[in-house]
């Protein structure tokens, strides 16, 4: 089935170690988002690729970093973890080129600092 | 600043309909969606608004005044598994999204 594998679903980590989230797709979108979600809170996007070898900041980038090698993974990076990191991360894409550019999303990872 | 409001929690009954309110203050308009989640999983998408007026798919449809800064989206015939939290989205002048918290929908019986 087509669409976007994200991993690990879950994951327990002490605070100050470096984590990489996995995000591929599958779909040949050209844009990638990376988004945190808190209970009580909207989705808010960390960063985001419009096409591969380009990446942009967020409205929450902070102690986060992407790359974009090609047009299929979008990994997240966290390089120093901190407690209010705590959270689940969504991978999502879209098809920029269409109207109402949707975006689809991956599963999530449930991520817990400590 | 920019804020999408919409209620934390509804409950409705299996059967009936119900209307999730979303209101909005944005910079700019660019399109309006509703996504579903059910709990653990990931947010799918529901509907797209970017004119005014009421656009159906099915049970679901979905309402837009672009003067007011309103949408809702209306469920018709409950099922069990619409209990699920429901996410408007807003993009902006610049072609961002900005989402709502949420509203928390429960079904009973």
């Known amino acids: 089935t087509a669409g976007i594998t994200q991993a690990p679903t879950s994951q327990i980590l002490a605070a100050g170690r470096s984590m990489t989230l996995r995000c591929t797709q599958d779909m040949r979108h050209n844009a990638m988002y990376w988004y945190r979600q808190d209970l009580g809170l909207g989705l808010r996007l960390i960063h985001y690729?419009?096409?591969?070898?380009?990446?942009g900041k967020g409205e929450v980038p902070d102690g986060y970093s992407v790359s974009r090698a090609n047009t299929d993974d979008f990994p997240l990076t966290l390089a120093s973890a901190v407690p209010s990191q705590t959270s689940v991360y969504f991978c999502a894409s879209s098809d920029s080129g269409s109207g109402a550019n949707v975006l689809t999303f991956g599963a999530g990872s449930r991520l817990t600092v400590l | 600043g920019q804020n999408i409001d919409q209620p934390t929690e509804m409950t409705a009954t299996e059967g009936a309909i119900v209307q999730i309110n979303c209101t909005y203050q944005?910079?700019?308009?660019?399109?309006l969606f509703w996504y579903q989640q059910h709990a653990g999983e990931a947010p799918t998408f529901l509907s797209y608004n970017v004119l005014d007026g009421l656009e159906e798919k099915g049970r679901f449809s979905s309402f837009l005044s672009r003067s007011k800064g309103y949408s809702y989206l209306l469920l018709k015939e409950l099922q069990m598994k619409d209990s699920a939290s429901y996410l408007c989205?807003?993009?902006?002048?610049?072609?961002?999204?900005?989402w709502g918290a949420g509203t928390k929908l429960i079904i009973k019986p």
């Open positions: 944005t910079s700019g308009f660019n399109g």
């Open positions: 989205a807003v993009r902006d002048s610049n072609y961002q999204l900005i």
């Open positions: 690729s419009n096409t591969a070898g380009t990446t």
